[in-house]
């Protein structure tokens, strides 16, 4: 980058959150195109006398009121997440440009982390997963979107701490492990498939899910979930799933017929597939049929095709290799190809990660803001995305409570090789007087007809 493109930083350290700093001190060192020096936290007013010796102020400290360069001075903020996702324990987390007035300021990056409990596991060090927000705006800078710095105000209420909150302890992890260890042994999840005669326009109209036929006949020692529809035949609608047998752990790919009553005519065997794999994700083009399954242990993305409409499948090729994809979820939107996914490890229910390509078999290239998005509410993708009206929408996993509680489906405002932004507009959770009330994390729809899945924690022993 030539050296008038350079961008030069001031960081003000907290005195008293060493580790933290380091953080988000090495975040920046290992950006290409910035300058930064750190500065005393005893008193940078007199340290930063120049606004125009730097760009931005990184200021964890909290410490600097008068001074404002360029793309002004920013701060982090965290805050109880509860009181952002009804209740479920997390972490919400801010990055800030701030303003005048100390009440508002302008969101730079935001993101919501799930704390540990017995339902499902949880951000270790929410510090290290945001540490590198700084340096992630700084790069949107510098790809040219300097509109970041300069969006409405919002209010700063619930998410002021300047720290991130400590990880748990050793006993306490140890305390709620144990704890998931014994509800393990009572209970298990049970998924099941989900048939609704309307559309997904329909459901959007709504703004509610309206309650599914659910599946008939599903063995006891399995379950059915990630539903993605081939066809709808008359009153049956085939299914691609995917299988989980209890007593072998083993899952693979089936398709399955649901009749109109939700009988489950028959169950077929996905040919070639691959085993150990689920979210079948379903691609038509050009009169043929692709699936693209997760396979995240493989390392790779790879395609299958059926030209007799999903009866029998091939190999087709390998789309992207070198990163554990989950739930690689394809939609070509302005002439570019896209593929949404998280990456397999503590975080594949919270951070989203960002593809794109000129075609979709193509050299597939990695978003340079990736994680594009960082929040257990609504990152994970949960079906196919979907236009309405010129407007693209992606469905998403909320997490927030357990694994696939309940979807969120996402607008998404901004999408090019620079730029990514998406906003929630609609939240579908499962009916308390359902069968199966604890959870939804699949949606997909065709012909007039939408399919889901639905969780109920059960008993193992009765």
Known sequence: MPSDNRLR???IPHARA????RAVIDSLGETPGLDFDIQSSINPQSAIRNPQCCDAVVDLAGAVSSVEPRFGVWRYGFGDGALFAE???????RLYRVTPDPDRAVVLHEGWYRARTAEGWGTKSVGDRVAPWAARVLRQI????????????????????PLPPEPPTPLGTARIDAVDTVRSWLARQRWTIGVIPVDIEEVMQRGTLPEPTWLDGQPSDRFYADPFPLAVCGDRTRVLVEEYIYPSRVK???????????????????????QSASYPFLLRRDGRLFCVPETSGARCVSSF????????????????TGF????????????????????????????????????????????????????TRSSRPAGACFTIGGQ???PAQNCARRYGAALTINRIVELTPRAFREEPVLSLRPSQSSPWPHGIHTINSIGGVTVVDGLRVERRWR
Not at 305 to 320: C, F, N
């Open 9 to 11: 930083v001031a960081v």
């Open 18 to 21: 060493l580790r933290w700093n």
């Open 87 to 93: 209740g479920a324990p997390g972490t919400n987390a």
């Open 142 to 161: 510098q790809l040219g979107d300097r509109r970041v710095v300069d969006r409405i105000p919002q209010s700063t209420a619930g998410c002021r701490d």
């Open 252 to 274: 693979r790919l089936v398709e399955i017929e649901v009749g109109r009553s939700g009988e489950l005519v028959c169950r077929r065997d996905a040919g070639a597939l691959p």
């Open 305 to 320: 095709v059926s030209d007799d409409g999903g009866r029998s499948w091939m190999p087709h090729r390998d789309l992207l």
């Open 324 to 375: 554990p994809f989950v739930d690689a979820t394809l939609v070509e939107h302005d002439e570019t190809w896209w593929m949404f996914c998280t990456k397999q490890g503590d975080e594949d229910q919270t951070e989203l990660y960002a593809f794109f390509a000129t075609d979709w078999c193509g050299r597939w290239q990695p978003h340079p803001l990736n994680p594009v998005k960082s929040d």
């Open 392 to 394: 693209l929408y992606r």
